[in-house]
T-cell receptor, first 115, second 114 residues
Framework: AQKITQTQPGMFVQEKEAVTLDCTYD???????LFWYKQPSSGEMIFLIY??????QNATEGRYSLNFQKARKSANLVISASQLGDSAMYFC????????????FGTGTRLTVIP | NAGVTQTPKFRILKIGQSMTLQCTQD?????MYWYRQDPGMGLKLIYY???????DKGEVPNGYNVSRSTTEDFPLRLELAAPSQTSVYFC?????????????FGSGTQLSVL
């Protein structure tokens, strides 16, 4: 079974609107971390936001927030007030506590912001 | 603050040639990783290391070798390059394997094998 599932290969959003990028995960660990990375066309991987499994509040970083629903095992990224510079690939990742090879990436969602 | 440094940024190889992708981090991180990213796809783990002298295979290790003689350096060796190894290669590091630790990525190496 896939550890991280991103079901939206591509998304479009109007500039200044909000957009939600979906991510579901699968783990039997009680302690784990969830991460979102942005990959613009230049290719680098930029860390956006982190959510710990024991964090009771949803993480926020500026215009980014993580909608964490533990029971549903989802960790959706919400980008508010989209900007043209938000056009990029977005990867969801999970890091389990157990094992050395414990980091899993989704297949990514390509977001395009329309002016 | 350098972080994770990869060299070269671009490289073209002929089939059968060999090369080493360099990766250095200056954050004293124990864990280091090599990923490849094929066009339009996600990241696949090639090899990882949990400390100097310790390496292990990831999901797609065939055709590659690694070594970790120091904490800072984690080079990736391609032997007998094949067109299937055309990809973007990312090196990454983290302090340890804890679930709270994010990965720090290098800027990537774009490799074409022709």
């Amino acid at each position: 079974a896939q550890k991280i599932t991103q079901t939206q290969p591509g998304m479009f959003v109007q500039e200044k609107e909000a957009v939600t990028l979906d991510c579901t995960y699968d783990t039997s660990d009680q302690s784990y971390g969830l991460f979102w990375y942005k990959q613009p066309s230049s290719g680098e991987m930029i860390f956006l936001i982190y959510q710990g499994s024991y964090d009771e509040q949803n993480a926020t970083e500026g215009r980014y927030s993580l909608n964490f629903q533990k029971a549903r095992k989802s960790a959706n990224l919400v980008i508010s007030a989209s900007q043209l510079g938000d056009s990029a690939m977005y990867f969801c990742a999970m890091r389990e506590e157990t094992g050395a090879n414990n980091l899993f990436f989704g297949t990514g969602t390509r977001l395009t912001v329309i002016p | 603050n350098a972080g994770v440094t990869q060299t070269p940024k671009f490289r073209i190889l002929k089939i059968g040639q060999s090369m080493t992708l360099q990766c250095t981090q200056d954050m004293n991180h124990n864990y280091m990783y090599w990923y490849r990213q094929d066009p339009g796809m996600g990241l696949k783990l090639i090899y990882y290391s949990v400390g100097a002298g310790i390496t292990d295979k990831g999901e797609v290790p065939n055709g590659y070798n690694v070594s970790r003689s120091t904490t800072e350096d984690f080079p990736l060796r391609l032997e007998l390059a094949a067109p299937s190894q055309t990809s973007v290669y990312f090196c990454a590091s983290s302090p340890d394997g804890s679930g709270v630790e994010k990965l720090f990525f290098g800027s990537g190496t774009q490799l074409s094998v022709l």
